[in-house]
């Protein structure tokens, strides 16, 4: 299930946002991605037991650039905005007057992945991009048609199917978490585009 207000994570104590996705632990609601060290998105409750140690970040590629993306939406659904940022100044950014947080944080991994050219790191603090690439998500969708663990058709296949397609084609791309509102400039600095751009959106 996704969350509704913004809350703490009950495993990694890290901030959730609207509209990420969650699952119970034993100790409270917690990211989906904590629930279980690997698990994808599914809001089924999991049974108190140990939990696998969660995997380590993706390896960057040589050379690799640095490129910090960000979502935000106000209301979920609502106006939301996308963007992303390196350090040498590049940057885009957009919005949709009717979306989802889960949706804008897609849509600006995405909008990186396609302006970009050549190895990279994509930096995003939505468990939900990272832990699809760094867990492996993508893989148990496409093997089972595109149906997530529960059955149910994946949630934001039209953005999902054109980045997965794209970092499995380019080969050379991974993805890093970074806490969000951590002090991170640059995670500051997408937030902020992103915020400015669901205004523009929503008129």
């Known amino acids: 299930m996704t969350a509704k207000y ?9 901030r959730v946002t609207p509209g990420e996705e969650i699952a119970k632990s034993p100790t409270g609601w917690a990211h989906a991605g904590c629930v279980g060290g690997s698990a994808e998105p599914a809001g089924a409750a999991v049974p108190a037991k140990k939990s696998k140690p969660r995997p380590a970040d993706m390896a960057a590629h040589d050379g690799a650039l640095e490129v910090w993306t960000d979502g935000a939406c106000s209301g979920n659904p ?31 991994a995405l909008e990186a ?6 190895p990279l ?28 663990s529960q059955k149910k058709p994946v949630a934001n296949r039209d953005l999902w199917e054109p980045l997965i397609d794209a970092v499995n084609a380019r080969g050379h791309i991974s993805f890093r978490w ?11 600095l997408v937030d902020a585009l992103a915020v400015a751009a669901g205004k523009v959106a929503a008129g």
């Open 113 to 118: 992945v396609t302006a970009l050219e050549g």
């Open 178 to 188: 970074v806490k969000g509102h951590s002090g991170d400039e640059m995670n500051d």
């Open 121 to 148: 790191v994509v930096v995003s603090d939505s468990t939900y991009v990272v832990n699809c690439f760094r867990d492996g998500w993508w893989k148990g969708w496409l093997a089972r048609g595109w149906v997530n």
């Open 6 to 14: 913004a809350t703490t994570c009950a495993v990694c104590r890290e």
């Open 78 to 108: 609502g106006p939301g905005g996308w963007a992303w940022a390196t350090r040498d100044g590049r940057q885009g950014s957009g919005g949709d007057a009717l979306t989802t947080n889960q949706r804008m944080e897609i849509q600006a």
